[in-house]
């Protein structure tokens, strides 16, 4: 995901460009980014600001079902050349973005893929209610019950029973 950003490194500080990112990935459980891209020249380098919708796959949960679903983020990166234009200008931290290139190509692949990794869910779901498979036979409960005896769900469900009861006398 390279944007060549040499003329807007030679425009005054707060000059800005927006893009419309639209790509597949295909790398990790990324399938696709899309979404738009404002570069805002800064005094040392390139803020990007975005906001994206990712197009990931993961695993359910509870029922393990594969699943593909959107996560959305924004972020604001400032991202630095490598090679400083002019002389005397600290060294960069190591904590910066280093992503624009000697050739003046900005790189928003590694910082798209951070955020999505970190916006991922850390359990995701096939669907809210996702009633997730039995411990006892590994019954997936998405398609019915299975003939175990109990399930912390009609544990519940007696209990209430049970302090309905117990309200009446
Ligand atoms: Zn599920
Ligand atoms: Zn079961």
Not at 13 to 22: A, K, L, N, Y
Not at 25 to 37: Q, Y
Not at 77 to 85: A, I, K, N, Q, R
Not at 99 to 106: G, K
Request: with cysteine; charged share 20%.
């Amino acid at each position: 995901m390279y944007i060549n950003v040499a003329q807007l490194l030679k425009e005054p500080t707060g000059s800005s460009r927006s893009f419309q990112i639209d790509e597949s990935l295909g790398t990790d459980d990324i399938n696709s980014v899309k979404g738009e891209v404002t570069l805002i020249r800064t005094n040392r380098g390139i803020m990007a600001k975005a906001e994206m919708t990712a197009g990931v796959t993961g695993i359910c949960s509870r029922c393990l079902k594969p699943i593909d679903y959107d996560v959305n983020y924004d972020f604001n990166e400032e991202c630095l050349p490598s090679v400083s234009t002019s002389e005397g200008l600290s060294s960069p931290d190591q904590t910066d973005n280093i992503n624009i290139d000697e050739s003046h190509m900005l790189d928003l692949s590694e910082i798209i893929r951070q955020y999505t990794l970190l916006t991922m869910p850390i359990k995701p779901l096939c669907r809210p209610d996702c009633a997730g498979i039995c411990p006892s036979c590994g019954h997936n409960l998405n398609q019915g019950s299975c003939q175990c005896p109990s399930h912390a769900h009609d544990q519940r469900w007696s209990k209430l029973i049970h302090l309905g009861r117990e309200s009446k006398t």
